[in-house]
C-alpha cells in the first residue's frame, strides 16, 4: 500500500482512539453503582440493572474497538496493515475507509460472521 494512502489510515485511526478516549464513555462509572433507594422499589432495580446492563455493553464495545485501533498502529509500524488475515490479499480501500481496524478482507469477514451465525443457531 502507498505510504501516502498508510498515513490517511494512521491519521484516522489516531482520530477515533482519541474520540474514545475523550468521549468519557469509558470514564463515567456512576451508571454501573446502585443506590440504596433504587433495592427498595422493584421495578426501580429492574430498570436500573437493565441500565446498567447497557453501559456495560457499550464500555465493552468501545473497548474492543480502542484494542483493535491500537492493533491496527501496531500493524502499520510493522507494514502489514490492509492485509487480510486469513487469503494475505489487500483489504479494499471501501472496507478499511469505514473500518480502518479491519483485519479481514470482505469475502473473509462475511464468511466468519455466516460461521458464527450457524454456531450459535446449532
Known sequence: M??????????MLLTLKTQILS??????ASDLHISP???SEEGDLANHV???????NIKNRELKKLREIEEALDRIESNCFGECDDCGEEISEK???TQPW???CIHHAEERERETFVKKLA
Open 2 to 11: 502507498e505510504k501516502a494512502k498508510i498515513e490517511k489510515y494512521k491519521k
Open 23 to 28: 468521549g468519557g464513555v469509558l470514564k463515567i
Open 37 to 39: 433507594e433504587d433495592l
Open 50 to 56: 437493565i441500565h446498567q446492563e447497557i453501559s456495560f
Open 95 to 97: 472496507r478499511l475507509n
Open 102 to 104: 479491519t483485519t479481514l
